[in-house]
């Protein structure tokens, strides 16, 4: 391929690989079936302060558990107090701060809503669904195309005006969970599943599970188009 040299996040030339996903998300010894793609300096070191957050984040889901969880916790925890992980500490503690779970005055039988950056987890989880386009469809998205990628808790909550956009982004995503086969990495602390459209096979639709708790779901879409994916899905060939 004519771009095979260039960066899969921009038309930047790539000097150096990125993991999808973000190796960090996993403990020690890492899977060894994790990918990485070309990637250009700039796009790559951009990514470590999202990848972090996203960690932290996705540890904190009310429904998260696997047999990575307690060491990921640990070394979230060492990040934390080191020195350098003050910023990160700070963005860490902001939403909890600003919910007023620290009050001591507050009701203490009344739940409290924390409220995350969740665009920040969803570049994340974005850049990693186009990363693993282009390894499994040998394809480029970027310029032409990008990706939407959403929490589907936020999904299901999304108002009756948007109805059938919620409706529409619900049914590619069981399109294919029913019908394509899932994959892991890190025994089950990452599973997705996949499928493109057979209308445009530059629209695919990703679903993604962390940690046995987070699902976000991801629709690869032309730029001009943020959450429109056109078709049915079919799974790759394996």
Not at 20 to 25: A, G, H, S
Not at 49 to 78: C, I, K, N, W
Not at 116 to 123: G, K, N, T, Y
Not at 147 to 165: C, E, G, H, Q
């Amino acid at each position: 391929m004519a771009d095979d040299n260039l960066c899969t996040y921009c038309n930047q030339l790539a000097t150096t690989r990125d993991h999808i996903p973000p190796k960090l998300l996993f403990s020690r010894p890492r899977p060894s079936n994790l990918a990485t793609v070309p990637a250009c300096l700039q796009c790559n070191q951009s990514f470590s302060a999202d990848d972090e957050y996203a960690r932290m984040v996705l540890l904190s889901h009310h429904g998260a558990s696997h047999t990575t969880f307690e060491d990921q916790v640990e070394r979230l925890s060492r990040a934390l107090v080191r020195p350098e992980g003050a910023g990160l500490k700070k963005e860490f503690l902001r939403p909890f701060v600003a919910s007023g779970v620290f009050n001591q005055e507050r009701d203490q039988d009344k739940p409290v809503a924390v409220q995350f950056d969740l665009a920040r987890v969803s570049r994340v989880i974005a850049r990693t669904a186009i990363g693993l386009h282009r390894i499994h469809y040998s394809e480029r998205l970027v310029p032409e195309y990008g990706a939407f990628a959403a929490d589907l808790d936020a999904v299901a909550k999304m108002p009756n005006s948007v109805d059938s956009l919620k409706n529409y982004l619900f049914e590619s995503i069981n399109d294919v969970t029913d019908t394509c086969r899932p994959l892991e990495w890190g025994e089950q602390a990452v599973v997705f599943v996949f499928g493109r459209s057979l209308h445009d096979p530059r629209q695919s639709v990703w679903r993604f599970r962390f940690y046995g708790g987070a699902e976000f779901g991801v629709w690869t879409v032309p730029r001009e188009h943020a959450v429109e994916l056109n078709g049915s899905v079919y799974c790759p060939e394996e």
